[in-house]
């Protein structure tokens, strides 16, 4: 068990206030615990937590390119074999590190099955370069590159369920967390670092800059996108669905209507027809995950 009083992740760093990720990296850190080697790939995280000469990791930390963290890791954690050593390798990254630009390298580590876990940190965008859609941006959010306007109702691609994939590989322990539930996410951090293998945890990291809401409503945003069944929380052992956490379900537009990311399926007139269809998106997760209580 890990002292989770612990504070591996130091406060003082240049995140935006209410910022998702960086809420999710102290409790991913405190579930860790102090023994990890941390790698991050480019990305929000790492620009705001080491503008040389600072940083705000009070454990290793080594920064990767935007599509070798798996890699890096995978190298890491050979060499500690090597050496007899103990340490926990653990990498941290963002939804276009991750399911994007790093898929390759992410799918190579966990075919050879290294003894890492890696963790995505999911702000459902690229939010460091401008709020750029990624793999991870959900149906119909209005982007950068995906913008909503007379001829487009925002991203028309489907979420991808880099959990299922990587549960494919024959991972161990692949689980979904949110900031909003940290006792879940912590315990969940804990049980996949200490779990032989790679392991995978993708955690809701609700963006107050990317996504149009106060920073002081981020814990609220996320509770809703579990509460809608737009997210579930859930963990798979050895491929197999173990438990997923059950909700009174709410209509999605009381999690969509509180995003700037979604205004336009509300203004200037309401439009049933593509609420409906993110309605059935979250009609779908609640069967597949049997979440309804």
Partial sequence: ????????????????????????????LKGAGEDVIVVSPTGCL?????????TAWKVPWI???????????SGIEASLKRQGRSEKVLVIGGDGATVDIGMLCL?????????????????????????????????????????????????KHAKKDVPAILAAHGSPYVATASLSYPTDLMKKVETAVNTPGATYIQIHAPCCTG????????VAVGKLAIETG?????EMVDGVLRKAK???????EEYLSVQKR????????????????????????????????
């Fill in 1 to 28: 068990m890990v002292d989770k009083s612990i504070e591996n992740f130091e406060c003082g760093h240049r995140a935006c206030g209410g910022c998702g990720a960086a809420t999710a990296v102290r409790m991913i």
């Fill in 46 to 54: 790492e620009v705001f937590t080491t503008p040389y000469p600072e």
């Fill in 63 to 73: 920064h990767s390119l935007f599509e070798n963290a798996a890699a890096v890791a």
């Fill in 107 to 155: 799918s190579g580590a966990f075919e050879r099955n290294h003894d890492i876990t890696y963790i995505c940190y999911d702000n459902e965008a690229y939010m460091n370069t401008g709020i750029q859609r990624s793999g991870a941006t959900p149906f119909d959010a209005s982007t950068s590159t995906s913008p909503a306007g007379s001829c487009s109702m925002g991203n």
């Fill in 211 to 218: 996504w149009g809401f106060e920073g002081d409503q981020t």
């Fill in 230 to 234: 737009l997210w579930v929380n859930y």
């Fill in 246 to 252: 059950k909700v009174k379900r709410k209509p999605v």
């Fill in 262 to 293: 979604f205004r336009h399926l509300f203004k200037p007139k309401r439009n049933e027809e593509e609420i409906a269809k993110i309605q059935a998106i979250a009609d779908a997760n609640a069967a597949k995950f049997g979440i309804d209580i």
